[in-house]
């Protein structure tokens, strides 16, 4: 008779263990500890960036930066430079924008500041091209001019190569403290 009590209860205990770990498996995903819900699809969000930056959109990603739930999308132009846009997963609010030009050429061997060709106001005047506001900050470092512009909320970063004049890197971030 104890034998039969005995055995009925672990299986009333497995099955009781089982039911709750069916639930927990099934229940809300605790992944995001935000529990916050995106307003936009993926194709909305892809048509807001695409507006915003020439290029094929590679990978959309959904994470929570300072408890903000943003698409992090990869975009790459025809001529294989990257950049990556930050976009308010509910508002559609352009968040920021980050281009890396990360082509695999001998061009750094050659980036020292012996080889520049352009002065800084030459370069200041390039990187005006690409951002607003005032400048804060410049300098000639490896033969490229790295710029940092203030305009209101928004933050500029330029950097422009010394030698050929080109933009190799663009980021904007909106600070909304």
Known sequence: MKRKLLIGGIVGVVVLGGAIGAAAATGPNTNDSSNQTASLTED???????????????KIEKETDDGRLIFEVDVKDKNGVKTDVGVDAKTG???EVD??????????????????????????AVAKEKAKGEVVESELDDGHYDFEFKDGNDEY?????????????????????
């Open 93 to 95: 609010e352009v968040l």
């Open 157 to 177: 970063e330029v950097k422009v190569h010394g030698a050929s004049g080109e933009v190799i890197e663009f980021e904007h971030d909106q600070d909304n403290e």
């Open 99 to 124: 281009q890396n030009d990360d082509r695999d050429d001998d061009s750094e061997k050659e980036d020292s500041n012996e080889n520049v060709k352009l002065s800084m106001d030459e370069a200041t």
């Open 44 to 58: 909305k969000v892809t048509k807001i960036v695409t507006d915003k930056v020439d290029g094929t959109v590679e």
